[in-house]
């Protein structure tokens, strides 16, 4: 008799924990997509010839570009107390983004052409606190570490504004990449679909340090831009607890 009360006294406690489990606890994996946006600024370069001791400054205003990402994203989530959780998690971007080509302006001397500005493999590591609002709707926090390898398309072309004969292709620089580290903030939403399923909707801004471009032309003369790169993504998607 003792052990068919001991029995069934186990199996209620397991009955109740069961009941009491977060159906957003344990591993996940999800694919998202929406929109990205990166903006660079401080994209002057600084310009020298061989041996000078003076430097030039071409002038470029900042640069705005995006599009649909593809982030793919792995995680696990801890219950803590009730209705609160603490995620730890990854992502991967994809796909890259590339700006339009712009120019850099020298004042009473001419124009370089043809530069571009990349972004690509982007990497996030996180942590994301989070709130059960019922048994299916899930709010989260998220902050962590990122990395993305920006990519500085070098000038191409060389208009004078003295001489309209010095005019021509640039020969000799090279596409210049880095890869950054910086930080990640984001808040989001999920919601259970259908047994593990769930959908959701994030926002994310990451900021970068500076990376450093230095590429020389065949004739010796030197291009320099450390600009400043952040960006944000709006992004909804699919995911499935395991």
């Known amino acids: ?10 199996a209620t406690v397991m009955a109740g924990s069961a009941m009491a489990q977060s159906a957003f ?23 020298r010839n061989s041996g000078a001791s003076t ?5 470029a205003g900042n640069q705005s570009f995006g599009g649909a990402p593809l982030v793919i994203g792995l995680g696990y989530n801890f219950s803590v107390a009730p209705k609160w959780l603490i995620g730890i998690g990854a992502d991967y971007s994809a ?10 302006s020298r004042a009473g001397t001419g124009t370089i052409s ?3 500005m990349q972004s690509s493999n982007r990497f996030n590591i996180f942590v994301a606190p989070s709130y059960e609002i019922d048994k299916d709707k899930l709010v989260y926090l998220k902050a962590g570490y990122s990395s993305v390898t920006a990519k500085a398309n070098a000038p191409t072309y060389y208009t004078s504004g003295e001489d309209p004969s010095d005019s021509g292709p640039i020969s000799g620089l090279s596409n210049q990449s ?14 259970i679909i259908t047994g593990g399923f769930y959908g959701f909707a994030e926002a994310n801004y990451m900021s970068y340090a500076k990376p450093s471009f230095s ?23 699919v995911g499935y607890r395991f």
């Not at 880095?178 to 919601?191: D, N, P």
């Open 95 to 104: 796909i890259s983004q590339t700006s339009s080509t712009f120019s850099s």
């Open 1 to 10: 008799m003792k052990m068919k009360l001991l029995v069934a006294a186990a």
């Open 215 to 237: 590429t020389t032309t065949t004739d010796g003369y030197n291009f320099t831009t450390n600009p400043s790169i952040n960006s944000y993504q709006a992004l909804i998607g």
């Open 178 to 191: 880095s890869t950054v580290g910086g930080f990640i903030v984001g808040l989001g939403y999920k919601q």
């Open 55 to 59: 430097t030039d400054t071409w002038a």
């Open 25 to 47: 606890e344990g591993f996940y994996g999800q694919i998202a997509t929406g929109y990205e946006n990166n903006s660079v600024s401080s994209l002057n370069t600084t310009g």
């Open 114 to 116: 043809g530069q571009s």
